[in-house]
């Protein structure tokens, strides 16, 4: 059984440049999710989505920020224009049932992203 | 006052050892608790889920206490295996129970 899938699994860019990180959850999962991982923060919600519909976005940083499901199989993050302190582990995670408490969340092996 | 707050450790423990880690959440609506662990740049795992009664599965047992908003995580005979960040998950109230809230984790490593 495939689990999520991320890329790519690690992304080199200069400051200033476009950045796009990919998921693809577990199939017939409800919900997606985006976490951000670093050291000083530890591992941050970003966005959710249940049914490819955004439910909270408030731990988006800013408008740099946006993202997409545009079909129950995809979703893309996106940074533009990025800059170093955006550095960090991008996680993708997918659940069956999003909305039901203890629900488990499986987490693709994330991307890690330096902005230079 | 963080939503839920970890003893980072590290932890440096001999294999065989019992350890315990201990976390605290400011939610009092939560509604679900876990332990996830993750290694050393892998991905986040589910450890366990942690019940109001208390659970065991194997060597690992998880409490809760929702009066003081306290969970803890007991592994006995620890193995070398077992060295990891070990993370306290909280999740959201009624309308939120999507949302995971997560600690920064207690670095375990266990040693010969």
């Known amino acids: 059984d495939a689990g999520v899938i991320q890329s790519p699994r690690h992304e080199v860019t200069e400051m200033g440049q476009e950045v796009t990180l990919r998921c693809k959850p577990i199939s017939g999962h409800n919900s997606l999710f985006w976490y951000r991982q670093t050291m000083m923060r530890g591992l941050e919600l970003l966005i959710y989505f249940n049914n490819n519909v955004p439910i909270d976005d408030s731990g988006m940083p800013e408008d740099r920020f946006s993202a997409k499901m545009p079909n129950a199989s995809f979703s893309t993050l996106k940074i533009q224009p990025s800059e170093p302190r955006d550095s960090a582990v991008y996680f993708c995670?997918?659940?069956?049932?999003?909305?039901?408490?203890?629900?488990?969340?499986?987490f693709g092996p994330g991307t890690r992203l330096t902005v230079l | 006052r963080k939503e839920v707050e970890q003893d980072p450790g590290p932890f440096n423990v001999p294999e065989g050892a019992t350890v315990a880690f201990n976390c605290t959440y400011s939610?009092?609506?939560?509604?679900?608790f876990f332990w996830y662990r993750q290694d050393c740049r892998k991905e986040p795992k589910l450890l366990m889920s942690?019940?109001?009664s208390g659970n065991e599965d194997g060597r690992f047992t998880a409490q809760l206490n929702r009066a003081s908003q306290y969970i803890s995580l007991l592994i006995r005979d620890s193995k070398l295996s077992d060295s990891a960040t070990y993370l306290c998950?909280?999740?959201?109230?009624?309308?939120?129970?999507?949302?995971?809230?997560f600690g920064t984790g207690t670095r375990l490593q266990v040693t010969l």
């Open positions: 998950v909280v999740n959201g109230p009624t309308g939120t129970a999507s949302k995971l809230t």
């Open positions: 939610n009092s609506a939560s509604q679900s």
């Open positions: 942690v019940y109001s």
């Open positions: 995670a997918s659940s069956l049932r999003g909305g039901v408490a203890g629900d488990t969340q499986y």
